[in-house]
């Protein structure tokens, strides 16, 4: 399957926060949960957007343009409201915050294409700059590379072949990293999604909104729920309730994320109750549910403390 993942694709559905001001890395840095004030211009960061219950508002990914621009893609149908929650924390901070959807042009490039494109292959979350471009490399899927780039608009697409953006969306959903959407606000702490394991998390870090919440889960043995990977026979809606076949009164999941396979089917990242994941005999929904089959994590799980 892997020669399916290679080419070139817009990514419409995908927006921009701009960060910029003196204080812009220190403001980030104390608002999310991974680590901004260490991170150098050839980095990335996986991270998330917390409320106080420390349940995920928005899941990004941010970059450094200088040392005192930073950039946050998010899911599009997320941005106004993060931007609008995070503006509301700025108080005496000199950033100011922005939506600069309308100045980038993202593209997700995967296979061949990244190496022919972003100056070889790198590990998740590297960065390389292109001028006045980013290349932002991803975690794998299917053993294929995969990166994301974010251009200034009206710069040239890169060339290449074209990937559908249906094939896009199963790579992400294979390669196991959840981008978080309107339908799954207030859902999941990060670890729910696995983003401890995925460089999503730093526990090291001072304090940010949720915080509390996120160490006690880690440290006092509580993880009862994480993120699987997953196929059914049938289209897998986002949002929908996932429930033991033997019990359907009670959802023990929800998908997260779902794209059509193309061999067949669909394919889910889900977040389940760990001991439901064990027990088996899954399924979509309640009548005439769609069976579900659990598939391995392209990644290994964080060891629990």
Same mark, same amino acid.
């Given at each position: ?22 204080? !812009? ?10 680590? $901004?004030?260490? @991170? ?9 957007? /917390? ?52 100045? $980038?042009? +993202? ?33 794998? %899927?299917?053993?294929?590379?995969? =990166?994301?780039?974010?251009?200034? =608009? ?8 074209? @990937? ?13 990293? !959840? ?13 729910? /999604?696995?983003? *401890? ?31 699987? @990977?997953?196929?059914?026979?049938? *289209?897998?809606?986002?949002? =929908? *309730? ?6 359907? *009164? #009670? ?9 059509? =396979? ?6 889910? +990242?889900?977040?389940? #109750?760990?001991? %439901?994941?064990? #027990?088996?005999?899954? #399924? ?8 579900? %089959? ?12």
């Amino acid at each position: 399957m892997t020669s399916h993942l290679n080419g070139i694709t817009p990514l419409s559905h995908l927006g921009v926060i701009r960060a910029q001001g003196d204080d !812009a890395v220190k403001f980030l840095h104390g608002q999310l949960t991974n680590d $901004f004030a260490l @991170l150098g211009m050839e980095q990335a960061r996986l991270t998330a957007f /917390l409320s106080a219950q420390g349940r995920m508002q928005a899941s990004l990914i941010g970059f450094k343009r200088s040392a005192t621009e930073v950039l946050l893609v998010c899911s599009r149908d997320l941005l106004a409201p993060t931007l609008k929650r995070l503006s509301m924390f700025v108080l005496r901070a000199k950033a100011k915050l922005s939506d600069a959807s309308e100045e $980038f042009a +993202l593209y997700g490039v995967a296979g061949a294409s990244v190496a022919a494109l972003a100056g070889g292959v790198q590990a998740p979350w590297g960065k390389m700059d292109q001028g006045d471009s980013s290349w932002i490399h991803l975690y794998p %899927a299917e053993d294929q590379p995969r =990166a994301l780039l974010v251009a200034p =608009a009206g710069t040239p697409a890169p060339i290449g072949p074209a @990937l559908a953006p249906d094939l896009w969306a199963w790579g992400e959903v294979r390669s196991g990293i !959840a981008t978080l959407s309107a339908p799954l606000v207030d859902k999941f702490v990060p670890q729910m /999604l696995n983003y *401890e394991s995925v460089g999503g998390v730093n526990f090291k870090k001072g304090c940010y909104p949720g915080q509390e919440v996120v160490a006690r889960s880690q440290f006092r043995g509580t993880l009862k729920r994480r993120a699987y @990977l997953a196929h059914a026979a049938a *289209e897998m809606a986002v949002g =929908a *309730e996932v429930f033991v076949a033997s019990d359907t *009164e #009670q959802p023990c999941g929800i998908v997260v994320q779902a794209a059509p =396979a193309p061999t067949g089917g669909w394919d889910a +990242l889900v977040s389940l #109750q760990v001991a %439901a994941a064990a #027990q088996g005999g899954l #399924q979509v929904g309640v009548s005439d549910g769609t069976a579900l %089959a659990l598939q391995p994590l392209p990644y290994t799980l964080a060891q629990e403390i």
